[in-house]
C-alpha cells in the first residue's frame, strides 16, 4: 500500500466514522426528547469514539540501532530534517531517546523522564541548534556522574519532515536505542540500554541497523548482532521484511576502495551467514543528506553550506568547452544531492512498511468496529420495526422468552468465568516455573564462580602433627560490609511462559576479576604467616582492602545476574505473549459461542472483540550482598632462630686472675606471635547472594499472581460487558416496544416511517464502510509482520 492510498483510506474511514457517529448523536437527541434515556445506544456510541480516537492516535514506532561511530545521529538527524540531534567522538546515546513527530508550527523541547515519574519536564526548548546544545550538556554530566538523577529516557518534541505530508501518520516517532559498545562505556546501569534495544525489537513497527562503511565487519559490528540477535533466533523469523541495515557514510569511499555493489554483496553474505535470509542492505550518505534538507529549507547555517561545498558540490561539477569546472550553487543541486544520499529511498522504505502491515492492521481494526457499531444500530432498528409489524400480544410473548433466554446465557457466561480461572491458573503456574529456573540457574552459576575463587588458591597440605600443636585463639568483631549492592529491575510488563532453556555464561570468569585486583593476594594466600586451612576464607591486611575484595565480587555478579535476567525476561515476553493471546481467543470464542445461541434466536449477531493486554506489574529491586567482613586476631606459636652466648672459665698465667671466653651460638626457641587480619567467607558470601535471590524470586511469584489475577479478570469482565450490554440493548429495546405499543398505538405508521427513513440512511454508511474494506481486502499484505 502505497503512502498515498494509505492516506486516502485513513480519510475515508475517518469521514465515514465521524459522520456516523454524528447520525446516532440525532438518533439519540429525538429519542432523548422523547422521554427515552437512550441507554441501549450509548455503549455503540462510546464503540465509535474508541475506534475514532485509536485512528487519530496510533503509534508508529522505528528503532534505530548502531554501534559507535556508525553514524546513527547525523542518519536520525536527515530523516527528521534537522540537526537536533549531538553526534560527537564519544557514545552520545546513554539511554532511549525518543523522537516524536509533531506538526509544524509547534514549538520543539527536549523533554527528561526520570524513574518513579510519570511526567517528564522540559529541558529545552525552541530551535533545534538550542535543543542540540543543552541535549548534549546533559548527555555529559549523566555520563560523568553517574545518572545520579535516574534517567530512563528523553524525548524530542520535532517535526520529522519525512511524513510531514501525511497526517495518517501523525503518531510516527524515531527511536534511538544504544548500541552494544556504548552500553559498556556508560558508568551506569548498562542492562537498561540493553534492555531498551530488546524492547524496541519487540514493540517498533521497523528496525533500522546502521552500518559504518569504513568498519562494517569491525567487532563493534558483530557484537552488536549477538548481544541483540544471538539466541533471538525468533526475531529474525518474526520480523522478516520490517528489518532493514542501511550502510552508512558510502560518500567517505575513496579509489582505492571496492565498489559499493561489492562491499553490499560481502556484506549480505557475512549477514546471512549469520542468520539474516535476504538482508535487505540501503547505501546511505547521511551527511550529505541531512546538509540537502537543510538547504532545501532554507535553514542551513553558513558553516554548513560551506560543509556542503566542501565535500559535495563538486561531485556536481561540470566543465564548460574550455575546460573550466562549473559547480552550481547549492540550492541547484540539493534536491538530486538528496536524493543521491539514499535517505529518500530509505524513508519511503520505512513508510512502506509501516502501512503495509501496522498501518493495514490498524484500518482493518477500525472499519470493522465502526462498521460492527453501524450494526448494532441497525440491529436495533430492526427489532423496532418488527416489533411495531407484530402484535402486542405476540410481542409480549417474544419479551418473555427473550428475558428467559438471556438469564440462561448468563449463568452459561458464569461457566466461561470458572473455565477462564483454571487457565489463569496455567499461567501463573508458567510464570512461577520460569522465575524458579531463573533463580536456580543464576544460584548455581554464582556458586561456580565463587568455587573457582577457592580453586584457585594453592592449598598446601598441613601436616596433622602440626595442626594439633596449633594454638589459635581468634576474636571476631563485626564490621558491615561494602555499600556497593547490585540489583535488577522487572519490566514494567512481561508475558511468562515455563518449560523455557536459560543459559548462564560469564565472558570472563571472578577469579579473573580479583586476579586484576589483587594480583598477589590470592597468591600469596597460603604463605607460612597467612596459612588458611580453608580456600573459602580470604584474609587481606586491611578492612579497606576487604571491602575492595567483596566490592569486586558485588561488580561483578551484579550486572552478570541482572543481564541473565534481562535475557530470561525477554524470552519470557516473546513466548509469553503467545500464551496471553491464546488465553484471550478461548475468552472470545466462549462468550462468542453464547451470544451466537442467543443472536440466532434473535436472528441478529453480535461479534466479540477483545484486545490482548499485556500483564503489567511494578518494577522491584533485588538488593546486593549483605555478608560481614570479620576482623580477627590470631595468636599462634611458632618457632624462631636466636642467638644466646656460652662462657668458659681460664686463669690467666701472669696475673693467676680468672676470666671468661663468650662465644655466640643459635638455637630454635618456640615463641608466641599475633596478628591481625581481614577475612572474608567466600561460603557466606555465596550464601547471602542465594538467600537474596530466593527472596526476591518469592516475592516477584506473589505479585506475579495479584498482577495476573487482576489483569485476567479485567480480560474476562471485557468479554463479559459486550455480552452483557447486547443483552440489555435487545432488553431495554423490547421494554421501550411495550412501552410505546401500550401509549403510540395511533402514531404507529408514524414511527415505522420514521424507522425506515433512519434505517435507510444508515444503510449508506454501512454501504461506505462495505467499500472501505473490500479496498482495504485487495490491499491486504501477503504477510503480515509482527
Not at 548498562?190 to 528496525?207: M, W
Amino acid at each position: 500500500m502505497s503512502s498515498e492510498k494509505f492516506q486516502a483510506a485513513h480519510d475515508s474511514i475517518c469521514h465515514t466514522g465521524t459522520r456516523l457517529l454524528n447520525y446516532l448523536e440525532e438518533i439519540r437527541k429525538g429519542r432523548f426528547s422523547e422521554g427515552d434515556d437512550t441507554k441501549s445506544l450509548q455503549s455503540i456510541e462510546d464503540d465509535i469514539n474508541k475506534a475514532l480516537s485509536a485512528l487519530k492516535e496510533q503509534k508508529y514506532q522505528v528503532a534505530v540501532i548502531a554501534a559507535m561511530k556508525a553514524g546513527k545521529s547525523t542518519f536520525l538527524n536527515a530523516v527528521i530534517g534537522a540537526d537536533v540531534l549531538a553526534s560527537e567522538s564519544a557514545a552520545c546515546t546513554i539511554c532511549r531517546t525518543d523522537v516524536r513527530h509533531i506538526p509544524d508550527g509547534q514549538v520543539p523541547r527536549l523533554l527528561e523522564y526520570r524513574e518513579g515519574q510519570r511526567q517528564g519536564f522540559v529541558i529545552a526548548e525552541g530551535n533545534a541548534g538550542e535543543i542540540q546544545q543543552k541535549f548534549l550538556v546533559r548527555t555529559r554530566e549523566i555520563r560523568e556522574k553517574g545518572n545520579p538523577d535516574n534517567t530512563i529516557r528523553f524525548e524530542i518534541e520535532h517535526p520529522i519532515e519525512a511524513i510531514s505530508a501525511l497526517s495518517s501518520l501523525s503518531g510516527f516517532t524515531l527511536v534511538d536505542t544504544p548500541g552494544p559498545n556504548e552500553w559498556e562505556s556508560a558508568k551506569f546501569n548498562t542492562v537498561a540500554l540493553k534492555q531498551t534495544a530488546l524492547e524496541a525489537l519487540r514493540t517498533c513497527n521497523a528496525i533500522l541497523f546502521v552500518l559504518n562503511y569504513a568498519s562494517y565487519k569491525d567487532n563493534a559490528i558483530s557484537d552488536l548482532f549477538k548481544d541483540v540477535i544471538e539466541n533471538r533466533k525468533e526475531i529474525l523469523a518474526e520480523n522478516t521484511g520490517k528489518i532493514y541495515f542501511i550502510l552508512n557514510k558510502v560518500d567517505q569511499k575513496t579509489e582505492q576502495d571496492k565498489d559499493i555493489a561489492d562491499v553490499i554483496e560481502d556484506l549480505k553474505r557475512e549477514l546471512t551467514n549469520f542468520g539474516f535470509s535476504n538482508p535487505i542492505i540501503y547505501p546511505a550518505s547521511s551527511r550529505q543528506g541531512l546538509l540537502a534538507k537543510l538547504i532545501q529549507q532554507g535553514k542551513a547555517t553558513e558553516s554548513q553550506i560551506k560543509d556542503f561545498k566542501k565535500f559535495f558540490s563538486a561531485r556536481y561539477a561540470t566543465e564548460d568547452e574550455e575546460g573550466n569546472q562549473i559547480i552550481p550553487a547549492p540550492r541547484k543541486i540539493a534536491p538530486q544531492a538528496l536524493k543521491d544520499s539514499g535517505i529518500l529511498t530509505i524513508e519511503q522504505t520505512v513508510i512502506q512498511t509501516i502501512t503495509q502491515n501496522s498501518g493495514w492492521n490498524l484500518l482493518s481494526d477500525v472499519v470493522a468496529k465502526i462498521d460492527k457499531a453501524g450494526k448494532g444500530i441497525e440491529d436495533t432498528l430492526n427489532t423496532q420495526i418488527s416489533g411495531w409489524q407484530m402484535g402486542i400480544d405476540a410481542l409480549k410473548q417474544k419479551v418473555e422468552e427473550y428475558r428467559k433466554r438471556s438469564d440462561y446465557s448468563k449463568s452459561k457466561v458464569e461457566a466461561v468465568k470458572k473455565s477462564v480461572d483454571e487457565q489463569k491458573q496455567i499461567l501463573i503456574s508458567g510464570f512461577s516455573q520460569a522465575i524458579s529456573q531463573f533463580a536456580e540457574g543464576a544460584k548455581a552459576k554464582i556458586e561456580e564462580e565463587i568455587d573457582l575463587i577457592a580453586e584457585s588458591v594453592p592449598n598446601k597440605q598441613i601436616p596433622k602433627e602440626t595442626q594439633k600443636k596449633a594454638e589459635i585463639l581468634i576474636r571476631n568483631v563485626d564490621i558491615p560490609s561494602s555499600e556497593v549492592k547490585f540489583g535488577f529491575s522487572l519490566p514494567s510488563w512481561i508475558p511468562l511462559i515455563g518449560g523455557t532453556a536459560f543459559t548462564f555464561e560469564t565472558k570472563t570468569p571472578l577469579v579473573e576479576a580479583l586476579t586484576k585486583v589483587f594480583p598477589t593476594s590470592l597468591s600469596n594466600h597460603n604463605s607460612n604467616e597467612y596459612k588458611s586451612l580453608d580456600p573459602y576464607k580470604i584474609r587481606l591486611n586491611t578492612k579497606e582492602e576487604a571491602k575492595k575484595f567483596e566490592r569486586t565480587i558485588n561488580e561483578f555478579c551484579a550486572p552478570h545476574i541482572k543481564t541473565w535476567w534481562l535475557d530470561t525476561q525477554d524470552k519470557l515476553v516473546r513466548d509469553g505473549t503467545r500464551i496471553r493471546e491464546e488465553l484471550v481467543h478461548k475468552i472470545k470464542d466462549d462468550i462468542q459461542q453464547i451470544s451466537n445461541e442467543l443472536s440466532n434466536y434473535l436472528g441478529e449477531a453480535l461479534e466479540v472483540e477483545l484486545n490482548v493486554n499485556p500483564i503489567q506489574f511494578p518494577s522491584f529491586d533485588f538488593p546486593g550482598i549483605d555478608t560481614q567482613v570479620q576482623y580477627q586476631q590470631q595468636l599462634y606459636k611458632t618457632k624462631e632462630k636466636q642467638n644466646y652466648s656460652t662462657g668458659e672459665k681460664r686463669r690467666s698465667c701472669e696475673d693467676e686472675q680468672d676470666y671468661t671466653k663468650r662465644t655466640t651460638k643459635e638455637r630454635e626457641v618456640e615463641v608466641e606471635k599475633q596478628r591481625s587480619f581481614y577475612e572474608v567467607n567466600l561460603r557466606e558470601t555465596v550464601k547471602a547472594i542465594k538467600v537474596n535471590i530466593d527472596s526476591q524470586a518469592s516475592g516477584s511469584r506473589e505479585l506475579l499472581q495479584r498482577v495476573i489475577e487482576k489483569q485476567v479478570a479485567e480480560d474476562f469482565r471485557n468479554a463479559e460487558k459486550q455480552i452483557n450490554d447486547y443483552i440489555k440493548r435487545f432488553q431495554d429495546d423490547f421494554d421501550r416496544l411495550l412501552k410505546e405499543r401500550e401509549t403510540k398505538e395511533v402514531e404507529g405508521d408514524r414511527i415505522r416511517e420514521m424507522l425506515e427513513i433512519q434505517k435507510a440512511q444508515l444503510n449508506q454508511y454501512l454501504h461506505e464502510l462495505t467499500t472501505i474494506k473490500a479496498s482495504l481486502h485487495s490491499w491486504k499484505p501477503m504477510q503480515t509482520i509482527n
